[in-house]
């Protein structure tokens, strides 16, 4: 299959040529580990938008009430071990190295041990499935940025793979967990004696400026329409198409679904997507929905979006208005998603390379390398990696060969 369709550039110059890698970067969010770091991360999340602590301190409240303890470390740890193990399974040695963005371990101390190590080339793997500025581009801008803050650029080669929202490993794991949950609230509704009662399917995904989002997709290179106004938007919905074409009929038949947004920070006055998950709730139930299912689409792990404003506040407002409800998995490390990750690392590699690039929408396979200015930065421009026409990340053949890694570039 091909890349995204792109009217205005070539997409071949969107599709990496197999590389030699000697180790896998996992990158991520990050996340407190105990009541100490939780106003030190939340200024490094809101770097540069003057936010004072005082104000930090009151949106903290859903670390503090899980012991100042992110999930999403110790998730990562053992995605970084599955992957691991996987790799080991299909003998392909490559390291997996871990860094965050805005929590130790930092991606340029990551990236110095690497280079310190002997490693010359890098492909990195995020924890974002989904195209918009916090989810690709600024992954790829922070790597730049780590790049020339330690002085590795022109150094230390770093590519990234292409963003994962429709790819079967990523997909197949919300088809089980949908199918589950929807059985779940159809018999807690039987046993309440209302089993012929309405179900609603909710997709969540974490809210984003609608700026931000009309930014998802578009580039310099060309003009794109998307359905919802953003790149963003449509992946989510045809995904959220695509699970409950592939649920087993007998599983959706009567329920309904539609996409909801959650996690909204930032400026009241500052518009972001919607409709918010519990407004969408008290909505439904209005109209007569008895059972909720919510399937976390937009993420990757049970990390702190997850369990603090589905598992509590959306259950609450469930259990509030009288309503089943059940919450599907995220992928995690579940099976289908970490070969599926490893799949993506063989579409790039040289050794073990998968040529297919399987895609379950019609708007994947997404590329590899992004259109120059896709997803931009509206707070300042930051040279990123993974760009068309940029050369950072990009180690000249010379400089890998002196430092004896690999002269294979993109």
Not at 370 to 375: E, F, L, R, T
Request: proline share 7%; net charge negative.
């Amino acid at each position: 299959m091909t890349a995204a369709p792109h009217a205005g550039l070539d997409p071949s110059l969107l599709i990496a040529a197999p590389a030699e890698y000697d180790a896998i970067l996992l990158a991520s969010f990050g996340g407190p580990e105990g009541q100490d770091d939780v106003i030190p991360f939340l200024r490094n999340v809101t770097r540069g938008r003057g936010i004072p602590d005082e104000r930090l301190e009151e949106v903290s409240h859903h670390y503090r009430a899980n012991g100042g303890v992110s999930p999403i470390n110790a998730q990562n740890r053992a995605l970084k071990a599955a992957l691991e193990a996987e790799l080991a399974a299909r003998s392909i040695k490559l390291p997996v190295l871990w860094g965050n963005r805005n929590w130790d371990p930092y991606i340029p101390a990551v990236l110095q041990e690497a280079y310190d190590a002997g490693h010359r080339r890098l492909l990195m793997v995020t924890t974002s499935a989904y195209s918009c500025y916090s989810s690709d581009r600024q992954y790829r801008e922070d790597i730049g940025m780590a790049l020339a803050s330690t002085g590795l650029d022109g150094k230390l080669a770093v590519d990234k793979v292409r963003q994962y929202f429709d790819h079967p490993g990523f997909v197949r794991p919300f088809l089980e967990g949908t199918a589950v949950s929807l059985a779940k609230v159809r018999a807690e509704l039987a046993a309440a004696g209302t089993p012929e009662a309405p179900v609603h399917v909710l997709f969540s995904t974490h809210s984003i400026p609608t700026r931000d989002a009309e930014a998802a997709g578009m580039s310099d290179d060309e003009p794109r329409t998307f359905e919802g106004g953003s790149a963003y938007v449509a992946q989510h919905l045809a995904v959220a198409r695509t699970v409950m074409a592939a649920v087993e009929p007998a599983a959706v038949e009567g329920a309904d679904w539609s996409l909801v947004y959650q996690s909204r920070s930032g400026a009241p006055h500052v518009p972001w997507l919607e409709p918010d998950i519990n407004d969408a709730i008290a909505d439904l139930a209005a109209a007569g929905t008895k059972g909720i299912v919510v399937v976390p689409l937009g993420f990757v792990s049970d990390h702190m979006e997850v369990v603090w404003d589905l598992d509590t506040e959306a259950a609450e407002t469930c259990a509030e208005l009288g309503l089943a409800f059940d919450r599907a998995p995220t992928p995690g490390t579940h099976p289908l998603f970490v070969s599926g990750l490893v799949d993506l690392v063989c579409e790039r590699t040289v050794a073990n390379h998968i040529a297919d690039r399987p895609a379950m929408t019609d708007l994947g396979p997404w590329y590899d390398i992004a259109p120059a200015g896709d997803s931009r930065n509206f707070r300042g421009e930051k040279p990123p990696i993974a760009e068309h026409g940029s050369t950072v990340g990009l180690a000249p053949a010379k400089a890998v060969l002196a430092e004896g890694g690999s002269a294979t570039h993109v």
